[in-house]
Structures are given as C-alpha cells and as structure tokens.
C-alpha cells in the first residue's frame, strides 16, 4: 500500500482521498472526515457532523463529500482508500444494499464517481487510515458535551439537521467546519497544509480528546436549594418611577364596568368643558384687564 500519491496509468501523480464515519449508535449522533492528499504532498480535509446516522451512512457520507471536494479542487483522476468494508464491497457491486437510506447514498457516491475520468477504489486496514479515523473520534468528542446527572453521562438531544462544511478561504489547505446545532469544531484542529503520511506515528498513537469538563457552578447563583438567599440590595429591589399616564391607565382597567360606562361620558364631555373653563378665564382676565 502506497502513502504518498501513486502515478495513474498517464504516468501522473493521482491525489488519494482518505475517508471514514462514524456514529455514537445505531441511529446517533455521527461524523464524516475525508481526507484529500494532493500530489505536493499537502493535504485538505473535509469534516461534517451528522444528526441521525448509523456508522455505515457516516463512511457513506465521508466518502461523499471527499469525492466533492476533489471535483471542486478540478481532481479528474483519484484513489479512493478507507476502512470500511461493507463500503467498499457495496461500492463495487459485491454486497447488495438493504436499508433505503444507504441505498440512497449510495446512488449519489456512483452519481459523483461518474463525473471523474478515473476512480479507483480500495479497502485498506484501519491502521492505513488512522489520520481519517481518528479525527473522526476528535469531531466527536468535542461535539459532544456530556453533562453529568448523578454521575452518568447523559447525551445532549440530537440537533435538528446535519451540519454543513464551509471554505472559509480559497486556500485548498485550510478548510473550517461549522456545524448548526452541536458546538462548532475549533479552528485549530484543521490544519493548514500539512504534509502527513498514513502511517505517521503522531497519527497513530495520537489520544484521543476527553469531553469538555463541565462548567463550574457559579457562586453567585440563586437558584440552588442549599445556599443562604443572597441579601437584598438597594438597586435590586427598587422599582422604576411609574409613568403618570401609565398609572391612570391602570386605575380605569381596574374599574367595574359602570365605573367605566360612567368615566367614559364624562370624557366625551370632557371637551365642552374644557371650552366653558377656558371662556371663563378669558372673560374674567378681560375683566380684571378693564
């Protein structure tokens, strides 16, 4: 097995992508990593964080979006290698597919494989592809953030959709994932360009991250049975002045409804009176003035 990119049958260097997925369950929480090594000997990589999948859609979905990325970067010619078994014999007719959703991916893998002038697809042991591997386990990691309910883990609920890859530059050496639910990866976990080999031991006995510890309990929190009631200060406990107009409001709101019949007619002759008021003033200060 080959770590850097082999020639094709042009006599050409061909880029291989490195691909695998994985899932907390049947039916949990997942993550998809495809790994493009170029014929410099750089790298690109793609991530995505999966709402719903099994490990098997997870490979599927990882393989996928490999295989887009390298039709975006103008790849016509590539090495598809992952771990994946049932991936791979599906991939080359050698399985049949059972579940709809897995036949469905599996149709837009072919529909992709298409478009490229050459692809070749081949198993390789998972300790072939411990770079793919592993940064899977650390995209799941650090998108699951177990909070603690009697000293157990309980999994935070699914987010609604799958999250999305983004470019945040033209750079094919730095690519950010972003996801919409789960906590965003950090920027610092996808490298710039880097030169690797599948079999480098920094990949191979690399640990695995541990969860993100929980936060610590504020301690100027109210909310806890077992705390003394904070003492009541000056600025917390005073209300703000009241507009007039609003208080007015409030007294005829709590009025019976004869009060309010009866306050309404006075208002409608509220006007006229205001004029005989205003009339008489006139009339007295002409008065006075005289």
């Not at 790849?75 to 991939?91: A, L, P, S, T």
């Not at 007294?251 to 205001?274: F, V």
């Amino acid at each position: 097995m080959a770590n850097s990119p082999s020639p094709s049958i042009t006599g050409k260097c061909v880029p291989i992508l490195f691909y695998a997925g994985d899932s907390l369950g049947k039916k949990d929480r997942g993550a998809a990593v495809a790994i493009l090594l170029l014929p410099t000997g750089k790298r690109t990589s793609v991530k995505q964080l999966l709402a719903s999948v099994s490990s098997t859609e997870a490979a599927y979905k990882a393989l996928l979006i490999g295989l887009q990325k390298a039709w975006q970067l103008g790849i016509r010619e590539i090495e598809v290698k992952g771990h994946d078994e049932r991936v791979f014999n599906q991939v080359n007719g050698l399985e049949e597919i059972g579940q709809t959703t897995v036949r469905q991916l599996h149709r837009e893998v072919l529909t992709v494989m298409s478009g490229f002038e050459r692809v070749m697809v081949e198993w390789i042991p998972l300790t072939q592809n411990r770079p793919a591997y592993h940064m899977v386990q650390k995209c799941l990691a650090m998108a699951t953030d177990f909070p603690r309910v009697n000293g157990l883990a309980k999994p935070k609920p699914l987010p609604p959709k799958d999250g999305a890859f983004i470019d945040t530059q033209h750079d094919p050496g730095y690519i950010e994932f972003s996801p919409p639910s789960p906590p965003p990866l950090q920027p610092g976990a996808v490298a710039v360009e880097e030169v690797f080999s599948p079999t480098d031991p920094g990949f191979s006995n690399s640990p695995l991250p541990r969860p993100p510890a929980p936060s610590p309990v504020d301690p100027f929190a109210t909310d806890h049975g077992d705390r003394q009631p904070e003492e009541p200060s000056q600025v917390k406990d005073t209300l703000p002045a009241m507009d007039p107009v609003q208080q007015i409001v409030s007294m005829i709101m709590h009025l019976s409804p004869g009060a309010k019949t009866r306050l309404m007619r006075d208002l409608a002759q509220l006007p006229e009176l205001s004029n005989q008021f205003l009339t008489a003033i006139a009339d007295r200060l002409k008065t006075s003035g005289n």
